[in-house]
């Protein structure tokens, strides 16, 4: 059975840009939550998402926002990007919105130049 | 608000060695308490759990006992391998998020 697949695995941009980062959960799972990992930090919780509702959201600017679509996949985007906002995104999934359990993907590592 | 702490690295030890990683925690009620692991480039894998007050998650030979009254949740390990070297990070369960600590890089040596 396939893992978190999370997608692209590496993005450079430039300030300013628009993007969008994937994620498909493991089949079976109805949660996604994206966090964002700055080099030598631990996680920060941005979203979680559960049957295509926000569920949660951490303490991110308004250029963060997300979605999920019906076959429970999610899409992560990002405005205006800025320096501070390269770092590891990391996407998990889990069967429910209560935390039981998190997988999660292998990440994707942006770069904002 | 809520929070983990754990102890700062990097630790560096001999293979064999005994390895302690302290975690505490501050939170309302009795969350669910983890250890993850992050070998390099990678995502980060779920190496352990405790649900309750008291309980002992293990994996692969590491162990770490929820302890309500001083609020821990250390990580040990009776003896490390070079191949245990990763960070890892302890964290808490929430009802709509995890928080987690800042990281421990582990490095063994041979």
């Known amino acids: 059975d396939a893992g978190v697949t999370q997608s692209p695995t590496h993005l450079i941009k430039t300030r300013g840009q628009h993007v969008t980062l994937r994620c498909s959960p493991i089949s079976g799972h109805k949660s996604v939550s994206w966090y964002q990992q700055v080099l030598g930090q631990g996680p920060q919780f941005i979203f979680q998402y559960y049957e295509k509702e926000e569920r949660g959201r951490g303490n991110f600017p308004d250029r963060f926002s997300a979605r999920q679509f019906p076959n429970y996949s999610s899409e992560l985007n990002v405005n205006a990007l800025l320096l501070g906002d390269s770092a590891l995104y990391l996407c998990?999934?889990?069967?429910?919105?209560?935390?039981?359990?998190?997988?999660f993907g292998s990440g994707t590592r942006l770069t904002v130049v | 608000g809520d929070s983990v702490t754990q102890m700062e690295g990097p630790v560096t030890l001999s293979e064999e060695a005994f390895l302690t990683i302290n975690c505490t925690y501050t939170a309302t009620g009795y969350p669910s308490l983890f250890w993850y692991v992050q070998y390099p480039g990678e995502g980060l894998q779920l190496l352990l759990k405790a649900t309750k007050a008291d309980d002992k998650g293990s994996n692969k030979g590491f162990e770490a006992t929820y302890r309500k009254e001083t609020t821990s949740f250390h990580l040990e390990k009776g003896s490390v391998q070079v191949s245990d070297s990763a960070v890892y990070f302890c964290a808490r369960g929430g009802n709509n998020d995890m928080r987690f600590g800042a990281g421990t890089r582990l490095t063994v040596k041979p």
């Open positions: 998990a999934s889990s069967l429910g919105a209560k935390y039981d359990g998190y997988t």
